[in-house]
C-alpha cells in the first residue's frame, strides 16, 4: 500500500509579516483597504442587475501574523489555513515522504 495526500494549491502570493509599524492603504476595483494600528479594514460594494451589497469588515491583527495579497480580487486577506514558503512546503513533503514510504520524492511529487 502507498500513501497519498491532497496535493496542495500552488498559487504564489505577495505578502507581508505584520507589525505594530505596518500601515497601507490600498484600493482595487472591488475592495478599498487600510491596515493601522493591527487594524485591516476591508469596505466592499457588490453591484449586480438585481441586487446592491455593501460590506465592512475589520480584522484585528496581531504582530506575526501575515497577510496575503490577492491584487485583482479580495486584495489583502489574513489565510484560513496555514502558510508557508515554498522552501517549507518542500522540506515538509520531503519529511513525509521519508516517514512513510522511505522513498525519494522530487520537488513535483514524483517518484525517484
Do not use: C, H
Not at 20 to 44: C, G, I, R
Amino acid at each position: 500500500m502507498k500513501y497519498y495526500v491532497l496535493r496542495p494549491d500552488l498559487t504564489p502570493y505577495e505578502g507581508m509579516v505584520v507589525s505594530k509599524e505596518s500601515k497601507f492603504d490600498y484600493k482595487n476595483e472591488k475592495v478599498e483597504q487600510k491596515l493601522e494600528n493591527l487594524k485591516l479594514t476591508t469596505k466592499q460594494e457588490i453591484v449586480t442587475d438585481k441586487y446592491t451589497t455593501k460590506s465592512e469588515l475589520t480584522i484585528n491583527l496581531e504582530e506575526g501574523e501575515i497577510l496575503l495579497l490577492e491584487g485583482e480580487n479580495r486584495g489583502w486577506f489574513l489565510p484560513a489555513q496555514p502558510i508557508g514558503t515554498i522552501e517549507t512546503a518542500i522540506n515538509d513533503y520531503k519529511g513525509l515522504a521519508e516517514a512513510l514510504d522511505g522513498e525519494d520524492y522530487d520537488i513535483r511529487g514524483n517518484e525517484n
